[in-house]
């Protein structure tokens, strides 16, 4: 059958001889056809075919389900029949990945594949939503540590407690104590809602706007462990604070809620959207609404859902909610909240104020019940089985059963009596836990490093505390100035928030002055979350070309600590910069 010529086939064209050529400037190229746009595996525009091999196995068989494969075949036959999928996946939304195999450097880190680097146990992460245990959760969790993990123990800066040494053998009866005591390992890695930050001093605060715990409680209770939120595009973090110090780091979350006062409405939350470092940091960003305590649970799901159907899949590196974000704006966003999600619109709030306090809560603090809450610093979160056990034996001898931990890596004993208090302080120092630490012990934080970490390149714990020793012995004259930041990354992902810190490093080899490869750190100087002494967030500066070799490290930070105290000799404190201000102002070789 011969096909109807269309208007196109019609349309008038001008004759060309045979071989002739349209005509072209010179050296322009042919037009070609736009392409079609990729799909970026949006459930809701694009369908949920998956788009690689990661979605592919999350909806074929998702990670909750690995679960009895653990409990009833890979603990009886062991780790050799554990297969990939399940190993490098599944795992983690129970809390397990394997660990580093001991003596790998750190060159070796990008060259070897996951089979080659990992060992034959695992890094076990303990939820815990809020930071909120009772001292008999913790004496489980110390005895889990030094039966199962040879004593190791990590405060995490997402207020968990990570293990090591974990075997796949001990996993079912590690489960079964923890959930005896209300603890669980669910979601505490993997593509799902991961632990929901709270306030460490929700509920006792003398200062305190709104207790979180309630709403904290209210998140995890309904929709942690649920399958409708196991399959997220990546994973999904939240952070809540009742309290004025905005003590839960609230612009590098997914979603975060900080309460203040609104002049109408009362007391009520901030709502922010987007934050994330790793590679590519972004601040999270204000959607300018009031939400109150009773709507965060919805408000929450309704952020996760969209994050759920409008993230990104198709590409791991771009299925993060700050993506999104980015793309649609905080108007669109808050638009597709209300209307598709929550069904009912959001009043206008306007922001919180600057923090006026510190958010570590360090030292000694009166509660709203008169008791008092004592914070203290282990060396960049490194404790163990052994001194958790002996903190949880301290806090019930002085008629204490509550315990906090923070998102800076540091414990607070609550409900301490007045007359106790000394003693608490005195016996918590004892077993290396500072509650009047060096400015430097007290604001330095670190990821877990090489020790452990397949994706690290160099040592982040061992190093932070040796130059915490050495820059307190160095920097002794200058124990007026205020804390400065230093946080020590193992590898680009920053899960010790390298691109907000007064000092930030990031592990990498680099040349020393023999031009040999050796462990070192990219410099990140003048980053910093909204505080007592900054306005808002921002990000650190770089310097082209500064890196530090690991060693040299306690040299790099006296010198530029004592050339920012030197650019600030004579001035008043209403005229003294802030290190970040100085940071970003100095001359580049101001800060070699």
């Not at 709507?295 to 859902?305: F, L, N, S």
């Not at 690290?456 to 820059?471: F, P």
Request: net charge negative; hydrophobic share 35%.
């Amino acid at each position: 059958m011969t096909q109807a010529p269309t208007a196109h086939d019609t349309a008038p064209n001008p004759a060309r001889t045979p071989g002739e050529r349209p005509t072209r400037t010179p050296g322009e190229r042919p037009a070609r056809p736009a392409r079609a746009a990729r799909p970026n595996g949006q459930w809701k525009v694009d369908g949920t075919e998956p788009l690689n091999a990661n979605e592919t196995w999350k909806q074929q068989d998702g990670g909750l389900s690995v679960r009895e494969r653990i409990e009833t075949v890979y603990a009886r036959d062991g780790f050799d029949s554990i297969p990939g999928d399940d190993l490098h996946g599944r795992f983690r939304w129970w809390g397990l990945y394997t660990q580093r195999k001991p003596g790998i450097d750190g060159g070796k880190t990008a060259t070897l594949e996951p089979h080659e680097l990992e060992d034959r146990y695992f890094m076990l992460r303990v939820r815990i939503d809020g930071g909120a245990l009772t001292t008999e959760q913790l004496r489980v969790i110390a005895g889990i540590s030094r039966e199962f993990g040879r004593d190791s123990a990590d405060i995490t800066d997402r207020q968990n407690i990570q293990l090591h040494w974990v075997e796949v053998e001990d996993v079912p009866e590690i489960w079964r104590r923890l959930e005896s005591v209300g603890l669980q390992t669910t979601e505490a890695c993997g593509d799902v809602p991961r632990v929901v930050l709270g306030s460490p001093v929700a509920g006792i605060a003398a200062d305190e706007l709104i207790d979180v715990g309630p709403a904290v409680a209210g998140i995890t209770e309904k929709y942690i462990g649920v399958p409708e939120l196991a399959n997220l595009p990546r994973k999904f973090k939240t952070a809540l604070t009742g309290h004025p110090s905005q003590d839960v780091v609230h612009e590098i979350n997914d979603v975060a809620f900080v309460a203040h006062r609104h002049p109408e409405l009362g007391v009520g939350f901030d709502l922010w959207v987007g934050g994330g470092l790793s590679a590519n940091p972004r601040l999270g960003e204000r959607l300018g609404v009031f939400v109150t305590e009773e709507q965060v649970p919805d408000v929450w799901h309704g952020v996760v859902q969209i994050f759920r159907d409008y993230g990104y899949r198709r590409l791991r590196n771009k299925a993060r909610l700050k993506f999104l974000l980015a793309d649609w704006g905080p108007e669109r966003f808050r638009q597709v909240l209300q209307d598709e999600y929550l069904g009912y619109a959001l009043p206008d709030g306007p922001p919180a104020p600057k923090p006026p306090v510190p958010g570590d809560h360090v030292g000694v603090h009166k509660q709203k019940d008169g008791l008092n809450y004592v914070g203290a610093a282990p060396y960049v979160g490194r404790v163990s089985g052994t001194i958790l056990a002996n903190v949880a034996d301290l806090a019930e001898s002085v008629g204490s059963r509550r315990v906090r931990l923070t998102p800076h890596q540091k414990l607070l004993v609550l409900d301490v009596p007045d007359e106790h208090v000394e003693h608490v302080v005195s016996t918590l120092k004892a077993h290396g836990l500072d509650a009047n630490p060096s400015p430097f012990r007290r604001s330095t934080i670190a990821c877990t490093g090489i020790e452990y970490c397949k994706l690290a390149i160099v040592d982040t714990k061992d190093t932070a505390t040796a130059t915490i020793d050495e820059l307190e012995k160095r920097l002794g004259d200058l124990s007026h100035m205020k804390p400065l930041s230093l946080h020590v990354n193992g590898c680009p992902n920053s899960c010790a928030r390298i691109q907000t810190a007064d000092i930030g490093l990031k592990g990498q080899l680099v040349m020393d002055d023999d031009g040999e490869q050796v462990p070192g750190f990219q410099v990140h100087l003048g980053g910093g979350l909204a505080s007592d002494d900054r306005e808002e967030a921002g990000l650190g500066r770089t310097v082209r070309g500064l890196k530090v070799t690991a060693t040299d490290l306690p040299d790099y930070v006296e010198r530029v600590v004592r050339r920012y105290e030197a650019a600030q000799s004579g001035k008043d404190g209403g005229d003294r910069e802030t290190f970040a201000q100085w940071a970003h102002r100095a001359d580049e070789e101001a800060l070699q």
